[in-house]
């Protein structure tokens, strides 16, 4: 087996994510060495890349409360206005939210 060039995590990770998408990386890399003993490298590094984002995907906020408990690495913009919070995710989706009346101020994103 060829020796496995792990690449870097996205920067929008924090260390503990990084490393943990890293690992997927690997994981997924020899698994398809396994799953596809005869297939070129690119196969394996093509199933490795897409095993290892599968934790980029930020899960689907239903509330308000969904929507401001995100860690902020899964968050580009997070802001009340008026009586809306709109959210965007690093994945690129975008939801807008009743805010309660007393809405907290979002993270800084």
């Known amino acids: ?24 990386y690997e994981e997924g890399y020899k698994r398809s060495q396994v ?6 490298d690119s196969v394996h590094r093509q199933t ?3 095993e290892a984002n599968r934790m980029l995907r930020v899960p689907e906020p ?4 969904e929507a401001m408990a995100l860690p902020d690495w899964q968050v580009v913009k997070r802001e009340v206005e008026g009586a809306a919070l709109k959210l965007v995710t690093s994945d690129g989706r975008k939801y807008v939210f009743p ?9 800084a994103a």
């Not at 792990?6 to 503990?16: D, E, N, S, T, V």
């Not at 799953?35 to 070129?40: E, F, G, L, T, V």
Request: charged letters at 30%; a positive charge.
């Open 1 to 24: 087996m060829a020796e496995i060039t792990i690449p870097a995590a996205p920067a929008l990770l924090p260390p503990k994510e990084a490393k943990a998408w890293q690992r997927a």
């Open 35 to 40: 799953d596809n003993n005869d297939a070129p």
């Open 48 to 50: 490795a890349l897409r």
């Open 62 to 65: 239903k509330s308000y409360e």
């Open 99 to 107: 805010a309660p009346k007393k809405a907290e101020k979002p993270p």
